[in-house]
């Protein structure tokens, strides 16, 4: 008996407890960014992004107290940094490559020091390092390599105009590069103590997390962008090449090349000119296009103006528009359905389970979390506040995965006989004592074809015309069917009236295209989707019941092709599902689960 890689009724593969554990600290780790990030963005305070580091390793260090799972931050640092992804800057990548590094730096101190607080010590001094050198390497992809020459003469003329006597740069960049490691250091010590007295006092402060719908995508994205992956390899092509033309002073063909491509990222990224509106983005600008063109050759001839070094300056800055762009376009291409598929089924579904939990969680602890001045107010149990909350989102993970092992994908070929399957099914879970509800798709047949379907309510035997081969007035024309709009509101009440009467299990019958385009039945699945005691089979079409588990966060395991399952079979895997899960949860002592 196939069971779609399960040998037992049991449920599939849950996340392990460390991607758990991750999801929880890369959801508040997410939130703390937005949090903290905006406040300090808003007040434009000098040094915000090693503020900003510090306040990361606070919390990373502070969760190491708590869990002591192996790759924990690496996975959480994975998660909120792509979480990220939905931030509405047009240049996405930059704050997420700091993430990930912040993340690195810890795990490997860690892994090489062990757990204790020199190695907390040396992964926060690192981490924060690391936000100047982002910033470096980031000023150097921008700008190129003429900008050491551009700084350089810069730091000259301040020594010399300045009259404080030469000092040497190595003095100053070893002299910056202390303070951040002394920020990262503190700010790492300051999390273990803070950890240990929480761990001795145990301070109780009653906080109730808010569970949130579920559906986030991991690259969410327009409903109208179309994307190409032979668009994205050209893409990152053109901007290699126009920065090559650049660095190699070709600076009319640079111009064709880079404008042309600029121009198209304009037309259809049209997001992408929102860095631009950034009067900072401007005035980085024109600092570097002054100091190129006065001070360029200011060290060899003393002169305080050179048309070699304007020509320099400008196209530095030139240089530093094709990479947003580009980048801008590349953030959006990266977003491809396509991509997230292939990656889905390369070895990715546990950070694609993890990444889901997380985003469904964001919104509400946004909400849970104090704001930047309560930060302050609250800064004596802030701590506890954050690890109790961390203690209740791990507990609503850990339920969110129970839930989607009850939800059972049925699917099949194109009239292979999937609503005949479901009808015996339902039949089977009904002479079990089983109460079935929702409802099924009935093909009416004429001339040996499928003329028109209707809805059938399992509890009421009730009916609703749902489509039809025959055009009507103000219904949705989809293939070659009119679908009625009036069946989609029937369909809602249907299962609303299976639940009333205490069913236990629901039946929708079918998921198609348009969920997968946010119509149809997606609302209705998204609120079946957070029914913690209901189990329930969803009727899919075999060319979207992989996108439908990934769309809703479903085990691969749930799928079960009606080629190779009997409806006896599926009925008893269901019922043993279900004995498994309320013997689990009463065994754990949780309320209203047995």
Known sequence: MRKNGEISGLPGHPLSNRWLKAAVMGSIWAAFEIIVGSFLHNLRLPFAGALLSMASVFLLILFLQLWREKGIVLRAGIICALMKSISPSAVILGPMVGILTEALFIEAAI????????????????????????????????????????????????????????????????????????????????????????????????????????????????????????????????????????????????????????????????????????????????????????????????????????????????????????????????????????????????????????????????????????????????????????????????????????????????????????????????????????????????????????????VSGETCLAGSTDPQAGWIKTGRFWLNPQAFEAGQHFVRQGIDAGCRVLFVDEVGHLEQQKAGWYPLLNELAGLSEMVQVWVTRQRVAAETVRQWQLPASRIFDIAEITPAELAEIIEKTDQYDRTTFAECGHPGRA
């Open 111 to 458: 892994t090489l020091l062990g757990r204790n607080l020199a190695a907390y010590l040396l992964g926060g001094a690192l981490a924060v390092l690391g936000t100047l050198l982002q910033k470096v390497v980031n000023l150097l992809i921008l700008y190129g390599f003429d900008l050491i020459t551009l700084a350089d003469a810069l730091y000259q003329f301040l020594v010399q105009k300045t009259r404080i006597g030469h000092l040497s740069p190595l003095w100053l960049i070893v002299t910056v590069s202390a303070v951040y490691l002394a920020a990262g250091a503190l700010a790492a010590g300051l999390a273990f103590r803070a950890g240990k007295k929480y761990r001795a006092e145990k301070t109780a402060v009653p906080l109730v997390f808010q569970p949130t719908q579920p559906g986030k995508e991991l690259f969410s994205r327009p409903d109208e962008q179309r994307y190409s992956l032979f668009l994205l390899a050209s893409i990152v092509v053109t901007m290699i090449g126009a920065l090559w033309l650049v660095n190699q002073r070709w600076y009319l063909a640079a111009f064709l090349v880079g404008a042309g491509f600029i121009v198209f990222c304009l037309l259809r990224y049209k997001k992408s000119v929102r860095h631009l509106k950034k009067p900072s983005v401007w005035v980085q600008f024109l600092l570097i296009t002054l100091v190129a063109a006065l001070l360029w050759e200011w060290l060899s001839t003393g002169n305080y103006f050179s048309r070699e070094g304007l020509t320099v300056g400008l196209a530095m800055n030139f240089r530093a528009m094709i990479i947003i762009f580009g980048f801008a376009a590349i953030s959006v291409e990266l977003r491809n359905p396509l991509i997230k598929a292939i990656l889905y089924s390369h070895g990715f579904s546990n950070l694609y389970k993890a990444l889901g939990l997380s985003f469904s969680a964001l919104p509400s602890l946004i909400a849970a979390l104090p704001t930047p001045g309560g930060f302050l107010r609250k800064r004596r149990k802030l701590v506890a506040e954050i690890l109790q909350q961390s203690g209740a989102l791990l507990l609503f993970f850990e339920n969110r995965q129970e839930l989607s092992q009850k939800i059972f994908l049925v699917t099949g070929a194109v009239h292979a006989g999937k609503t005949t399957f479901a009808r015996e099914l339902a039949g089977l879970l009904k002479q079990k004592g089983w109460c079935p509800g929702g409802f099924l798709s009935e093909g009416i047949f004429q001339n040996g074809s499928r003329h028109s379907y209707e809805l059938v309510n399992l």
